[in-house]
């Protein structure tokens, strides 16, 4: 197989420059690994809290993502979620989520999202873990491994399996990311690491960056990015995700 490279275009300072991404060697596929957040739903519309002081539709973010606000209020968690789920129905994937499941046409491509919606699946993405739960699935309050597939609004009455109350399949402030030791696993064999449209100041999700292979080039798409401490060996581009990954000729 002929190994010609990644082929990427690095906006900065008003100039383009065409890079050459080291290429690998001595593997039949090249693994591109992504982490997407909030930045690349928000163009589909779907609504974010991170430039709303805190605030998510109107609602602190610890009163419907924590689970002390569960205990508190289960009632206004499940009607919150049960909003953002039948928002799912009318909202679709935009440009940057359909560029990322085309890669899978040429490359292995793995997808590690902060996002709970589905739209990376529904642009037609295989490989996708969510590291923060998944809307369209319930589980029970008791044991989040009794999770089952779910598109209807969840009330208070439905119960799981076990006979706890159903809730959403989200991982909430304070409660562990299961699925992070598998992104460590994907992150620690990437050939390219893309960040699209997340702020990077969430954990344990931001400390991926710490696992990415020291020969990885690591390419960040989002508007914000300039606000970002981040190393030095991380490239910008300075955009929005159905626009930035038009800089990207993979």
């Known amino acids: 197989m002929i190994n010609r490279g990644f082929f990427v275009y690095h906006f900065s300072a008003n100039k383009r420059e065409k890079l050459i991404l080291p290429s690998t060697k001595n593997r039949k596929m090249k693994n591109i690994v992504v982490l997407t957040g909030a930045g690349i739903s928000a163009e589909s519309g779907i609504s974010t809290f991170r430039d709303s002081n805190g605030l998510w539709e109107n609602h602190d973010i610890m009163e419907v993502a924590s689970i002390d606000g569960w205990h508190r209020n289960p009632a206004l968690v499940l009607e919150f979620y049960n909003q953002r789920r039948r928002q799912l129905k009318n909202v679709m994937p935009n440009a940057a989520h359909e560029y990322l499941a085309k890669l899978e046409e040429k490359y292995h491509v793995n997808i590690i999202t902060q996002n709970v919606d589905n739209l990376h699946e529904k642009a037609g993405?295989?490989?996708?873990?969510?590291?923060?739960?998944?809307?369209?699935?319930?589980?029970?309050?008791?044991?989040?491994?009794?999770?089952?597939?779910?598109?209807?609004?969840?009330?208070?009455?439905?119960?799981?399996?076990?006979?706890?109350?159903?809730?959403?399949?989200?991982?909430w402030f304070g409660e562990a990311v299961p699925m992070m030791e598998k992104a460590i696993e994907l992150v620690l064999q990437a050939d390219l690491f893309l960040v699209?449209?997340?702020?990077?100041?969430?954990?344990?999700?931001?400390?991926?960056?710490?696992?990415?292979?020291n020969n990885c080039p690591i390419y960040y798409i989002d508007p914000k990015a300039d606000e970002i401490n981040y190393s030095s060996k991380i490239n910008t581009i300075r955009k929005t995700a159905t626009e930035g990954v038009k800089c990207l000729n993979l």
């Open 196 to 213: 699209i449209g997340t702020s990077l100041q969430v954990y344990p999700a931001a400390s991926l960056l710490d696992f990415v292979p």
């Open 125 to 171: 993405s295989t490989q996708v873990i969510h590291l923060h739960g998944e809307l369209t699935k319930a589980c029970s309050e008791k044991n989040k491994s009794l999770a089952v597939d779910w598109w209807d609004d969840i009330v208070l009455g439905d119960l799981a399996e076990d006979g706890a109350q159903l809730r959403p399949y989200i991982v």
